[in-house]
């Protein structure tokens, strides 16, 4: 399984641009890259899939370099309603989520 | 489309009991997860099914249980509480169609504590 790597927390004031960074060094060939957001007490919500180089959707973008070691999830203008627990996953879904790992996530604040 | 449904949202049971929680899926989906979701262990896998057989299964003891019925509607059992198994317990759907961008939808939850 891929171990995934992400800051535990981060602030940022609304407004900003917003880049969270999941270092994933034994990424295979067939994995894919997922993130998700996460509000208490609530179930996670898919932001954005991708394989490699940038996919864009209208909520983030999400940035993978060619050697895919890590992933930049980018959330432009950020409110205070961002404020949420983000996890990267990374694994191969078509063998179910068993391969999937979820990560410790990112709590991120947004200060007014 | 309605959302993933799990029922109850919260649930308090004391050390010894068993309980059964349900969970719809969104229709047509026919894949259902569930992960255990805790403060220190974050979101664990436990097991998946998919047309009423357990496709895949995580690393939990087998006081842990689940089913699938015909309608895709999945419920989850766990035998013999103890105070460890408090937690946040999710249920996702997904259309199952077995490739790689297989994207999960996530539940509200039922929140079980163990008393």
């Known amino acids: 399984l891929a171990k995934t790597t992400q800051p535990i927390s981060m602030d940022s004031y609304e407004g900003q641009e917003v880049n969270i960074t999941c270092s994933h060094n034994n990424i295979a060939t067939n994995d894919y890259i997922t993130w998700y957001q996460q509000f208490p007490s609530q179930g996670p919500r898919f932001i954005i899939q991708g394989y490699k180089t940038k996919v864009t959707n209208e909520v983030a973008s999400l940035f993978i370099p060619a050697d895919r070691k890590s992933s930049t999830l980018s959330l432009p203008r950020v409110s205070l309603s961002d404020t949420a627990v983000y996890y990267c996953?990374?694994?191969?879904?078509?063998?179910?989520?068993?391969?999937?790992?979820f990560g410790t996530g990112t709590k991120l604040q947004v200060i007014p | 489309k309605a959302g993933v449904t799990q029922t109850p949202r919260y649930l308090i049971k004391t050390r010894g009991q068993q309980v059964t929680l349900s969970c719809s899926p969104i229709?047509?989906?026919?894949?259902v997860s569930w992960y255990q979701q805790t403060p220190g262990q974050g979101l664990q896998f436990l097991f998946e099914y998919f047309s009423e057989t357990q496709r895949n299964k995580g690393n939990f003891p087998g006081r842990f249980s689940g089913r699938q019925f015909s309608n895709s509607r999945s419920e989850m059992n766990v035998s013999t509480l103890e105070l460890g198994d408090s937690a946040l317990y999710l249920c996702?759907?997904?259309?199952?169609?077995?490739?790689?961008?297989?994207?999960?939808?996530f539940g509200p939850g039922t929140r079980l504590t163990v008393l």
């Open positions: 996953l990374v694994g191969d879904l078509r063998g179910g989520y068993q391969k999937v790992t």
């Open positions: 996702a759907s997904s259309g199952a169609s077995g490739g790689p961008v297989d994207t999960q939808y």
């Open positions: 229709s047509g989906h026919r894949s």
